[in-house]
């Protein structure tokens, strides 16, 4: 998002970016023996972007992989996704895309190298999804970060239908209940069918289909075509 901007933001980011260049590279080691369906996409994306995102994609893949053959419960996946997507480096919208506001796929994210805070909501997202997680116990969430004064998007994951949902964050790599943080205010929520306007850290007030998001159905639309779109600027140099 554009107005990520702040100092304190940036300060995290930047400290972030640095452990992401040391400790990247031990999630591209090893190699793991993708499927017919999965090279087609690893040769598109090395064609696409380059030699580093293509390993970016078999270390992806060889996660959801793991994860299914070892058949981790929810609360593993949850973490195991959240950790892989956190070591990506953040860059906005307007650097990475050359756009004001783009909500990449998860190879478009992958493959660019970066992306702001949609970018590891919806990739997180849709590799729970991959991994077993119900619709049902997911939303992406707006929200405004408080301390900040930003606006933000979060994973959320809700246990059962009353329970207070945990956030996977970029910004706090912790997994959280909603309850433990403060500094975030919920605006709106959906997943792959509802809308939702959030009164407080529940579930909030259904406002109808997940269609009404033109952003979302664009995006869905994208990741069903698997179609790609190239970044303004090679993050990997």
Same mark, same amino acid.
């Given at each position: 998002?554009?107005?990520?901007?702040?100092?304190?933001?940036?300060?995290?980011?930047?400290?972030?970016?640095?452990?992401?260049?040391?400790?990247?590279?031990?999630?591209?080691?090893?190699?793991?023996?993708?499927?017919?369906?999965?090279?087609?996409?690893?040769?598109?994306?090395?064609?696409?972007?380059?030699?580093?995102?293509?390993?970016?994609?078999?270390?992806?893949?060889?996660?959801?992989?793991?994860?299914?053959?070892?058949?981790?419960? !929810?609360?593993?996946?949850?973490?195991?996704?959240?950790?892989?997507?956190?070591?990506?480096?953040?860059?906005?919208?307007?650097?990475?895309?050359? %756009?004001?506001?783009?909500?990449?796929?998860?190879?478009?994210?992958?493959?660019?190298?970066?992306?702001?805070? !949609?970018?590891?909501?919806i990739a997180k997202y849709m590799s729970l999804r991959e991994?077993?997680?119900?619709?049902?116990?997911?939303?992406?969430?707006?929200?405004? %970060?408080?301390?900040?004064?930003?606006?933000?998007?979060?994973?959320?994951?809700?246990?059962?239908?009353?329970?207070?949902?945990?956030?996977?964050?970029?910004?706090?790599? !912790?997994?959280?209940?909603?309850?433990?943080?403060?500094?975030?205010?919920?605006?709106?929520?959906?997943?792959?069918?509802?809308?939702?306007?959030?009164?407080?850290?529940?579930?909030?007030?259904?406002?109808?289909?997940?269609?009404?998001?033109?952003?979302?159905?664009?995006?869905?639309?994208?990741?069903?075509?698997?179609?790609?779109?190239?970044?303004?600027?090679?993050?990997?140099?």
């Amino acid at each position: 998002m554009t107005w990520l901007r702040g100092l304190a933001y940036k300060t995290v980011l930047l400290s972030l970016s640095c452990t992401v260049l040391l400790l990247w590279p031990l999630y591209l080691s090893g190699e793991y023996q993708l499927n017919k369906q999965e090279m087609a996409q690893y040769k598109k994306a090395k064609s696409f972007y380059g030699e580093r995102a293509g390993k970016r994609y078999r270390a992806w893949r060889r996660l959801i992989a793991e994860g299914k053959q070892k058949k981790w419960d !929810e609360k593993t996946a949850l973490k195991k996704v959240n950790r892989f997507f956190n070591w990506m480096q953040f860059s906005n919208d307007p650097v990475v895309w050359g %756009a004001k506001d783009y909500w990449a796929t998860p190879l478009e994210f992958l493959g660019a190298g970066a992306g702001d805070c !949609e970018d590891y909501s919806i990739a997180k997202y849709m590799s729970l999804r991959e991994l077993g997680v119900p619709d049902k116990k997911m939303r992406l969430v707006y929200v405004k %970060a408080l301390s900040l004064n930003q606006f933000h998007m979060v994973t959320a994951y809700y246990p059962t239908p009353t329970s207070v949902p945990l956030i996977l964050d970029n910004i706090d790599g !912790e997994i959280k209940p909603a309850t433990k943080r403060k500094d975030l205010a919920p605006i709106y929520s959906f997943n792959g069918s509802y809308l939702w306007l959030m009164k407080a850290k529940g579930k909030g007030q259904l406002a109808g289909s997940a269609s009404r998001l033109k952003r979302w159905t664009d995006l869905k639309k994208r990741f069903s075509s698997k179609s790609l779109r190239k970044p303004r600027v090679n993050m990997d140099g």
